[in-house]
Structure formats: C-alpha cells, structure tokens
C-alpha cells in the first residue's frame, strides 16, 4: 500500500548538512595564512566554524576583527583561494544518497536553502550528481534577508507552491533552525555537521547524529 506522507518538500542547508565542504576550507584558510607568514590553524577549530561563514574564518585565522584595515583583504584573499579549491576534497555525507533515493522514491521534493553565495553555491551542487533532482537552490543573491530570517525558506516553498507547514528544513547552525521555525516549518538539526552540540539552542528541534536518520523523522 502507497504511504502518504503529510511532508511534501525537504529543504537542506549546504555545508555541513548536504555537503562536508570542510577540507576545502581548512586548505584555503592555511593556504593564505602561510602566504601571509601567519602560523596555520588546527583543522578541527576551523570546521567548527565553516558554516559560520567567510567573515568568521577570517577572524579566527587572522585574529582580527571587521574594523582593521586588512579584514576585508584578508576575507577576498580567503574567498578567492576557496573559489580555486572549491570541491577538491568535498564529499557528501555518508548515507545523504541515501536520504536522497529515499526521498525520490516516495516523490517528496527536496532543495537547498543557503547562506552561500550562488558563485560558490553552484559549483558544489553541480559537482554531484546525487544532487540534480534539487527543486530550487535558494542563496542570498534571491532575497533581501539571509538565514536566521526565514525569507530563503519562505522564498523555496512559495516558488515550488508548497505550504511551509508541509515542509521540514534540515541544517547543522542554530540559524537554521530558527529559519525553518520562524517560516512555520518543521525543523531537523544534524549534530554531524559543524555548529551543533550538547550545549547548542537547539529551540527544540529533533537532532540527529546521521542523515539516515532522517528518514524515520519524515511523516
């Protein structure tokens, strides 16, 4: 017999959720601080903080903040060297295939809400193949408001003509969360991602150690 789902559409942040973009990262950021006869980081400090965004990497590799004069030098030198690395080491999570087929099977659609920029965003999503059934790839260059605003998730459903209500937006980050919850969503955070802990606001949300389990929150 055909299960019927109430859940309509999947929406999933990109790093740290779909995509372990991690590696590429951790080279970039050490690749220009060498350049800049800057000590490099520990790899484990600067995944921690992927998903916090370029502006964050910045801070910590440099140890400086947005008010010095070279930040934002900084920052486009670490975007650029990103942009040249950008899928050399990046893989999905294990068992998002998975989730994916999964998804195919029982015809419930899936897309991606993102704080990356579509010049960076594109290239990853189009590096897999697993990942060419996405319905809409939603960055800040379609909306006014990023990601804790629930402007990105509301823009999906409303484009794909699905009722947020019927939609459930995965992500690693505290903002996810607060993005699919404010948009009238259900709301999934993957502790193997980069932002999410024990002593994380997690405003309630089901969490998950593994994206197979996603499959048993889907109703």
């Known amino acids: 017999m055909q299960e019927n789902y109430k859940t309509k559409l999947v929406l999933f942040d990109l790093d740290g959720t779909l995509v372990d973009t991690a590696p590429d990262f951790i080279l970039s950021l050490n690749n ?3 350049r800049n006869n800057k000590e490099p980081l520990d790899s484990s400090i600067i995944r921690n903080h992927v998903s916090d965004g370029s502006a964050k990497l910045t801070e910590i590799g440099f140890k400086l903040t947005s008010e010095h004069p070279l930040f934002y030098k900084y920052r486009q030198e670490l975007l650029d060297e990103y942009e040249k690395n950008i899928t050399t080491s990046s893989t999905l999570f294990e068992g998002i295939d998975f989730v994916l087929e999964f998804l195919n099977s029982k015809k419930i659609l899936f897309g ?8 960076y965003a594109k290239p990853v999503v189009e590096h897999f193949r697993e990942l060419d059934n996405s319905k809409i790839l939603v960055c800040p260059d379609d909306i006014i408001n990023i990601k804790p605003d629930p402007e ?6 409303a484009e794909l003509d699905i009722d947020p209500s019927e939609t459930i937006y995965i992500g690693d980050h505290p903002k996810d969360l607060q993005a699919g919850l404010s948009a009238g969503s259900k709301v999934i955070g993957c502790k193997y991602g980069y932002s999410i802990n024990e002593d994380t606001n997690t405003y309630g949300a089901n969490l998950i150690d593994k994206p197979q389990e996603i499959i048993s929150l889907i109703k």
């Open 112 to 119: 991606i809400v993102t704080n990356k920029p579509f010049k």
């Open 152 to 157: 990105g998730v509301l823009f999906a459903c």
């Open 32 to 34: 220009i601080l060498h």
